[in-house]
């Protein structure tokens, strides 16, 4: 069976990997070295120099691809690593076309390292393709869609942005971070680019830093693999052989999250110092018939607003949880609560964060795979 034949869970454990030729370990071997042995000048087995190439990171990349359906798969140092990467396909003057409500990692690269160097980047609501479409013109060469967003939860057609991106002759790039593999596909969708904060749901343990860039055309392929090796910004063997481990789980902690993401959702919608949840389960989310269609599940990412919009109401309620932990990142087995408006997107003017909802009040919650009772008393005592 190849690996396009296998099923998702199947993907999860075995695609890309066999066992190691030299002794038979199932566990793919972290290849903790710099260089190799080669017999002649040029003459080797494949790896010459960890940077260019290493084992334990090809059976990751060739995993990772697996999963997004992907014909290459190549893994970064972090995920603005793999961002900076897709950056570097660019030259000075050319334009990006991205969501104004993205990570704030991401929007600090754009609009603080890229901008300088000749870059110009327009951020507009992506819930429908209207406003993009207004901004293209003879210099724009990239689409960057986050969807879901980060943090307020909106989504994206990634369908539509594709056709859009073809009918202009762009890359469209999707950072599918929050979603994961397991319950989006971008390129099954029509994006040239899948971006991953590997660090996320992907690894899954809160252990690793890690990014990953999965797409079809040989010649993206080859642009970016150039960058890779020749910025240098890779993953060590033991990351990688990390992620490789969180991976096998990926199903059944997506499935998990998505449980407890649903009872936590409707929770709070039903609380009363609550204003209002951002989740695109919702019904009356705006494109929730969207998310239904692009993706198989609603995932364990949300946020909510607070009554009265205090900031003080939102510090209060996050230093009083004791399941959930008040830290930077997502993904992982463990709850996590953050503050985007101090922490994740501290770097967006207040002006422009308010703008997409991210208020300071706004509380985001990733939703880990604990049991759901625990998790809703903790949220009860905080909020109380």
Known sequence: ???????????????????????????????????????LPGVHKGYEYSRSNNPTRNALQKNLAALENAKHGLAFGSGLAAVDA????????????????????????????????GLKFHFTGMQTIEAAEALINQNTKMLWVETPTNPTLNIINIDAFAALAKKHHLILVADNTFASPYLQNPLDLGADIVMHSVTKYIAGHSDVIMGFLALNDDQLRQDLAFIQNSVGAVPGPMDCFLALRGIKTLHLRMQRHCENGAAIAHFLANHPKVEKVFWPGFESHPNHEVAKAQMRGFGGMMSFSLKGDKLEDAFSVVSKLRIFTLAESLGGVESLAGHPATMTHASI?????????????????????EHIDDLIADLKQALA
């Open 1 to 39: 069976m190849t690996d396009q034949e296998m099923k998702f869970e199947t993907k999860a454990i075995h695609a890309g990997l066999e066992p190691d030729s030299a002794t038979g370990a199932i566990m793919t071997p972290i290849y903790q070295t710099s260089t190799y042995a080669q017999p």
């Open 349 to 369: 003017p207040k002006a422009d964060r308010e703008k997409t909802g991210v208020t300071d009040s706004l509380i985001r919650l990733s939703v880990g795979v």
């Open 86 to 117: 897709c950056m570097r396909l660019l030259k000075p003057g050319d334009e990006i076309i991205s969501t104004n409500d993205l990570y704030g990692g991401s929007y600090r690269q754009f609009t603080k390292v890229h901008a300088n160097y």
